[in-house]
């Protein structure tokens, strides 16, 4: 058992490998503003967690602030010292992550992601805990680049966000290239999560305006959105429309629970990144036949104008993932359309009553 802080942690990704992390034995430090999140996953995680209330009081730790605010992260630490809880590694979600939303207010995506990350890791280097999982993503890659993508492809985002997380591995690189400091970092690359645990008593909760595919589809089948709007049927694929490597939420988190292990077992410093992804292009127009498939419903859909910034093709290989961390996705795509749809059917309005 492990003492792990988990910034970001109510989020979609984040609450997944938090019920995981508990359910191996870890002691939960989470950090979460809930600017993309609810207070309310607390009570599912508990409700989901098999060993019961006392252990899950013991266990789980969740603290309502900023990543960017430096009293309250050393608090944090300092607190679980004072416990005998020592925090030993931290997995950082905590982030912004809408790709238009960083065009329009890069500031912003700046501040959080880059200066949220550069005060993590400047507490974490004081209370010397050098171990991290970094939260990256699939948009490092050039657009120039041949799918499958690879951890070696070339890395030039195109757009804000992505280059906040080039930024970070770079810190993070940096960090580790310190003579004796030691540091264990792996930086994980996700392509496109989307599905739900198969409880459906916690996924993707979006606030605002829904930007992804998943959860814009789950609503149209709900009737709370009209039509399903495709961006382009004039790609370069066999259909058309965009192929994209989605994992499902859970493989996803045990990725992170594995990641964490294999860092917390290694005797000196690394620094990797990993893509997690399950190596197989899936095209807008496949992903909801097989949703409607398996739920038997119908999705009403128009096509509409590309939208800014898009590829066509994004998938990758996750090779050097499983030889690594002996990782490999154990769900497909029907189990991503089933269970992101109970989710979706038994929270309409996601932690919203
Ligand atoms: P999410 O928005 O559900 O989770 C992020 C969490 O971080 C939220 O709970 C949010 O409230 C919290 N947060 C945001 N800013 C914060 C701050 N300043 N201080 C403290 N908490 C803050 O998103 P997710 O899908 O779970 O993504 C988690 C991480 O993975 C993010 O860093 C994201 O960029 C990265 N990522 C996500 C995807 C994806 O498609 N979901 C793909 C690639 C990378
Ligand atoms: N799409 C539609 N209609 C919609 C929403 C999306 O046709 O209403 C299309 C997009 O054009 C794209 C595909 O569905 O072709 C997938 O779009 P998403 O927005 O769900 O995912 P992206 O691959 O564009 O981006 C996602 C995350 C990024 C992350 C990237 C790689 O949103 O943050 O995966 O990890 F960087």
Same mark, same amino acid.
């Given at each position: 058992?492990?003492?792990?802080?988990?910034?970001?942690?109510?989020?979609?990704?984040?609450?997944?490998?938090?019920?995981?992390?508990?359910?191996?034995?870890?002691?939960?430090?989470?950090?979460?503003?809930?600017?993309?999140?609810?207070?309310?996953?607390?009570?599912?995680?508990?409700?989901?967690?098999?060993?019961?209330?006392?252990?899950?009081? =013991? @266990?789980?730790?969740?603290?309502?602030?900023?990543?960017?605010?430096?009293?309250?992260?050393?608090?944090?630490?300092?607190?679980?010292?004072?416990?005998?809880?020592?925090? !030993? $590694?931290?997995?950082?979600?905590?982030?912004?992550?809408?790709?238009?939303?960083?065009?329009?207010?890069?500031?912003?995506?700046?501040?959080?992601?880059?200066?949220?990350?550069?005060?993590?890791?400047?507490?974490? !280097?004081?209370?010397?805990?050098?171990?991290?999982?970094?939260?990256?993503?699939?948009?490092?890659?050039?657009?120039?680049?041949?799918?499958?993508?690879? !951890?070696?492809?070339?890395?030039?985002?195109?757009?804000?966000?992505? @280059?906040?997380?080039?930024?970070? !591995?770079?810190?993070?690189?940096?960090?580790?290239?310190?003579?004796?400091?030691?540091?264990?970092?792996?930086?994980?690359?996700?392509?496109?999560?989307?599905?739900?645990?198969?409880?459906?008593?916690?996924?993707?909760?979006?606030?605002?305006?829904?930007?992804?595919?998943?959860?814009?589809?789950? @609503?149209?089948?709900?009737?709370?959105?009209? =039509?399903?709007?495709?961006?382009?049927?004039?790609?370069?694929?066999?259909?058309?429309?965009?192929?994209?490597?989605?994992?499902?939420?859970?493989?996803? $988190? =045990?990725?992170?629970?594995? $990641?964490?292990?294999?860092?917390?077992?290694?005797?000196?410093?690394?620094?990797?990144?990993?893509?997690?992804?399950?190596?197989?292009?899936?095209?807008?127009?496949?992903?909801?036949?097989?949703?409607?498939?398996?739920?038997?419903?119908?999705?009403?859909?128009?096509?509409?104008?590309?939208?800014?910034?898009?590829?066509?093709?994004?998938? $990758?290989?996750?090779?050097?993932?499983?030889?690594?961390?002996?990782?490999?996705?154990?769900?497909?795509?029907?189990?991503?359309?089933?269970?992101?749809?109970?989710?979706?059917?038994?929270?309409?309005?996601?932690?919203?009553?």
């Amino acid at each position: 058992m492990s003492s792990i802080l988990i910034t970001g942690g109510a989020g979609f990704i984040g609450s997944h490998t938090c019920l995981q992390l508990l359910e191996e034995g870890h002691y939960l430090y989470i950090i979460d503003s809930f600017v993309n999140s609810s207070p309310q996953i607390v009570e599912r995680i508990e409700r989901l967690f098999s060993k019961g209330h006392e252990k899950f009081e =013991e @266990q789980f730790n969740l603290i309502g602030g900023d990543i960017r605010d430096k009293i309250l992260i050393e608090n944090i630490f300092k607190s679980s010292i004072e416990n005998k809880h020592a925090i !030993e $590694a931290v997995i950082h979600f905590a982030g912004l992550k809408s790709v238009e939303e960083s065009t329009l207010n890069p500031s912003l995506y700046w501040d959080v992601n880059v200066g949220g990350s550069i005060n993590l890791v400047k507490i974490m !280097e004081k209370y010397n805990c050098r171990t991290i999982v970094f939260s990256s993503s699939a948009t490092v890659y050039s657009t120039d680049n041949k799918c499958p993508l690879s !951890e070696d492809s070339q890395i030039k985002p195109s757009n804000t966000y992505g @280059q906040t997380k080039v930024t970070v !591995e770079n810190l993070l690189m940096s960090l580790y290239n310190i003579k004796g400091e030691d540091w264990k970092i792996i930086n994980l690359r996700y392509f496109n999560p989307i599905g739900a645990h198969p409880s459906g008593l916690i996924g993707e909760n979006p606030r605002g305006k829904i930007n992804n595919l998943f959860p814009y589809l789950n @609503q149209v089948a709900s009737g709370q959105k009209k =039509e399903l709007r495709i961006f382009g049927n004039d790609w370069p694929t066999k259909d058309g429309t965009c192929i994209r490597d989605y994992v499902h939420i859970m493989d996803l $988190a =045990e990725a992170h629970c594995l $990641a964490l292990k294999y860092l917390l077992q290694k005797g000196k410093s690394d620094f990797l990144s990993l893509n997690i992804c399950t190596g197989k292009g899936t095209s807008i127009l496949e992903l909801m036949r097989h949703f409607e498939s398996v739920n038997s419903c119908k999705i009403p859909y128009v096509f509409v104008d590309r939208r800014p910034g898009d590829i066509a093709i994004s998938f $990758a290989s996750n090779d050097l993932t499983s030889s690594t961390l002996k990782w490999s996705p154990k769900r497909n795509i029907s189990d991503m359309c089933i269970d992101g749809w109970r989710w979706q059917q038994l929270n309409p309005n996601g932690f919203e009553k």
